[in-house]
């Protein structure tokens, strides 16, 4: 999962971020309003962490232009922090478009409680089809057919297939493979994800013509993200 955080206090910028992290999510920083709009349209999260009171644009502007264009921005979760604690405030913070506001001084143990509840959301709303040109995957079945012909395919190629297609048009490097769906990048090594790559480039007609090698990198499968 990916979250942007967008806090012009770096203390507190620094403190999500390595609370964030320690439980293996993506995250990328800003503590500034504009370039934090900016990344949000490159980076696309599945959740934001939006400060009010920001330098450049504030956090509410920042909300609103999101839920107005989220053909540009994507459709991410947002949590709003702010150390503003009035009633009104709260209100406008939900009017803007926020998912979950959270007063300032806070426990990042809890901001990680409530991130984890907003993600579990989003996670039990996630479709149970996903499909790529020919290529549909049921995860509820756990089959993945390719021109109505079912593929028979071990989890790990199962769960490989979907993480590719998820993220589609994105260059995935080796280690977020292995972090993915090994949960390791110490014991499995490079070279599992590469065979992997190969077991799929046999079974699949379309992912052997639409993956590419980015050497030195990872892989990307071509077509438009379906991040959001």
């Given at each position: 999962m990916k979250i942007m955080v967008v806090e012009d206090d770096e203390e507190i910028r620094t403190l999500i971020e390595y609370f964030l992290k320690k439980e293996k999510y993506e995250v990328r920083s800003s503590g500034d309003g504009m370039e934090g709009l900016k990344n949000v349209r490159e980076f696309k999260p599945q959740l934001l962490i939006l400060d009010l009171m920001l330098p450049g644009i504030d956090g509410l502007s920042i909300a609103g232009m999101i839920r107005e264009n989220p053909e540009k921005y994507g459709n991410p979760l947002i949590l709003m922090l702010t150390a503003k604690a009035e009633v009104e405030d709260v209100i406008e913070g939900f009017k803007s478009g926020a998912d979950e506001y959270m007063r300032k001084p806070f426990d990042p143990r809890e901001l990680i409680v409530r991130v984890k509840k907003l993600l579990g959301?989003?996670?039990?709303?996630?479709?149970?089809?996903?499909?790529?040109?020919?290529?549909?995957?049921?995860?509820?079945?756990?089959?993945?057919?390719?021109?109505?012909?079912?593929?028979?395919?071990?989890?790990?190629?199962?769960?490989?297939?979907?993480?590719?297609?998820?993220?589609?048009?994105?260059?995935?490097?080796r280690e977020k493979i292995l972090d993915k769906i090994w949960s390791s990048n110490y014991y499995s090594g490079d070279r599992t994800v590469d065979v992997y790559i190969a077991k799929l480039r046999e079974k699949l007609k379309t992912i052997s013509r639409d993956i590419r090698t980015v050497k030195g990198v990872g892989y990307k499968l071509e077509g438009e993200s379906m991040q959001s």
């Open positions: 959301k989003l996670e039990e709303s996630k479709p149970k089809i996903y499909s790529y040109k020919n290529i549909q995957i049921d995860t509820e079945k756990h089959i993945v057919t390719e021109d109505g012909i079912e593929i028979e395919m071990s989890k790990k190629e199962f769960d490989l297939t979907l993480y590719l297609i998820e993220n589609r048009g994105i260059v995935v490097t």
